[in-house]
C-alpha cells in the first residue's frame, strides 16, 4: 500500500522538532555511534524505539508503541535509522530519508541481511544499507526519491499480482473454502 493508505492508520507523535528515529533489533554498538555522528553532523535529536538493552535507558527513548504509532514515527522522522527490514520498506514508503543496518554478522546461519540488501538494491540505493563503521564525515545527502518511487511501485504492483495469483489459484482448488 501506499504513504496515503498508511498515513489513515498513522498516529502522529507528540516530539515537535525535526528529529532521526532510531529502531534497532540487534545490538550492534557501533551503529549507535552512527547515530551519535548524525545527530552532530545534522543538528537532529535522535530518539529511540527501544528494543534492547543498548536503549531502553536513553533519556530519548519513546514507549508504548505499536503498530500505528510506530508508522507514525517513521512517517515524520526526517532520517530514520534501522536494522528493521518494515522499518526500511515504512521509510521508503514514507520518503524518509534512510540508513539501513545489517542485525547479523554475514556468517550466521540465521541471517536476515540478504533481504535487506535486495531491497536496498531494488530501491536504487544500496550504498545506504551500512554493513560496517564508517570513517570520517557521514554521506548526508538526500535520498533522491523521483529515481527510488518508480521502483518502489513497480515492486509493490509486482507483489500485489503476485498475491492475487496465488489467492486465485488457492480459491479455484478449494483449498480456502
Not at 162 to 174: D, G, K, R, T
Amino acid at each position: 500500500m501506499d504513504a496515503s493508505v498508511w498515513s489513515k492508520e498513522a498516529v502522529d507523535p507528540k516530539i515537535e522538532e525535526p528529529f532521526i528515529l532510531c529502531y534497532f533489533l540487534g545490538e550492534v554498538k557501533w551503529q549507535r555511534d552512527f547515530v551519535t555522528r548524525l545527530e552532530k553532523q545534522t543538528g537532529l535529536r535522535a530518539y529511540f524505539i527501544p528494543n534492547t538493552y543498548l536503549d531502553v535507558n536513553k533519556n530519548n527513548a519513546v514507549f508504548e508503541v505499536g503498530p500505528a504509532e510506530f508508522i507514525g514515527l517513521i512517517k515524520n522522522a526526517n532520517y530514520v535509522c534501522t536494522d528493521s527490514f518494515h522499518g526500511c520498506v515504512f521509510s521508503a514508503i514514507f520518503e524518509r530519508q534512510l540508513y539501513g543496518f545489517c542485525k547479523r554478522a554475514e556468517v550466521e546461519m540465521t541471517s536476515d541481511n540478504s533481504r535487506l540488501a535486495d531491497l536496498f538494491q531494488l530501491l536504487g540505493v544500496p550504498e545506504r544499507l551500512i554493513k560496517k563503521p564508517i570513517e570520517g564525515l557521514l554521506d548526508v545527502t538526500d535520498i533522491d526519491y523521483s529515481m527510488v518511487k518508480p521502483k518502489l511501485i513497480d515492486a509493490i504492483q509486482r507483489s500485489e499480482l503476485y498475491l492475487n495469483e496465488v489467492l486465485q489459484l488457492l480459491s479455484s482448488s478449494n483449498i480456502l473454502s
